[in-house]
């Protein structure tokens, strides 16, 4: 079979800047369509968003598109809740390259010293052991498993709920937050670009994985956990700042919180 046999279709070109250029697809496609961004959201967009396909998806057809994104350039995110408003483009789509000028350590800093600014010193508490002293980012993880075979087993887990897959044209799974337009995380950052910038560092330091995004959700896997509570509890610093409801109205504080991450191969975010 020619590398032209293998091009990606027509209507997944148009995702591309470039048209798609030199990018080959060697898995079958369901049946779906482009989404693009509603007018009243994105003026003028160049482009689609994403492309969505019509019915749930496995976790083996997820991580055979997952398989192929060094040559399509497409990473696959399984869609959860209700397709409605992810078919209506209710999105807002980023350029990805304005990721760069953001870093994880500048995000949690800002984030850190907002917080502090703002209660008053008994709040404090809640981030114990370091108050209101910005610890800094975590150090990397060691990893334990190969990083594609951790999201693929994640996916498998995650596919039985029923959801469909949505396919992003990005170089790294952490851009597509920004390149689809996710607002998930609206109430506590109004622009998904920093955030896509803190998965990066994630995807670096603890062979992170972007698996799925909901409305307000999303679903990392993990292939270089903390080993330890030590660790762990700098690793629920930098989540408090990416997502302090995760903290808050979960285990109550940063040490509770730390205590289920180590060794976890799965981190789930959500934004109330």
């Known amino acids: 079979m020619g590398v032209n046999d293998l091009r990606l279709p027509q209507e997944l070109r148009q995702l591309f800047s470039d048209g798609g250029m030199g990018r080959t697809l060697a898995v079958g496609m369901p049946a779906g369509e482009l989404v693009w961004p509603d007018p009243g959201f994105a003026q003028k967009a160049a482009r689609p968003a994403f492309w969505m396909s019509e019915e749930p998806v496995g976790g083996a057809l997820w991580?055979?598109?997952?398989?192929?994104?060094?040559?399509?350039?497409?990473?696959?995110?399984?869609?959860?809740?209700?397709?409605?408003?992810?078919?209506?483009?209710?999105?807002?789509?980023?350029?990805?390259?304005?990721?760069?000028?953001?870093?994880?350590?500048?995000?949690?800093?800002?984030?850190?010293?907002?917080?502090?600014?703002?209660?008053?010193?008994?709040?404090?508490?809640?981030l114990e052991p370091f108050g209101a002293l910005c610890p800094g980012l975590a150090p990397p993880g060691v990893l334990v498993a190969e990083p594609g075979a951790v999201a693929d087993w994640y996916a498998g887990e995650l596919a039985v709920r029923g959801m469909p897959m949505g396919l992003a044209a990005v170089d790294r799974g952490a851009d597509a937050l920004a390149v689809m337009g996710w607002q998930g995380a609206l109430h506590h950052n109004e622009w998904m670009v920093p955030l896509a910038a803190v998965i990066r560092s994630w995807e670096d330091r603890f062979g992170a994985r972007v698996v799925s995004l909901g409305f307000n959700t999303l679903e990392l896997s993990v292939a270089a956990p903390p080993g330890d509570v030590e660790h762990a509890l700098h690793v629920a610093a930098e989540h408090w700042t990416f997502c302090p409801d995760n903290v808050v109205q979960g285990a109550g504080d940063l040490i509770g919180y730390a205590e289920q991450l180590v060794g976890g191969h799965a981190w789930s975010f959500w934004w109330d």
């Open 63 to 126: 991580s055979a598109f997952r398989a192929e994104h060094a040559r399509s350039g497409l990473w696959p995110v399984l869609l959860d809740e209700s397709t409605q408003a992810w078919a209506a483009g209710q999105v807002v789509p980023d350029d990805a390259g304005q990721i760069e000028h953001f870093t994880a350590e500048g995000f949690m800093a800002e984030v850190w010293q907002e917080w502090v600014s703002q209660v008053p010193p008994e709040a404090l508490s809640e």
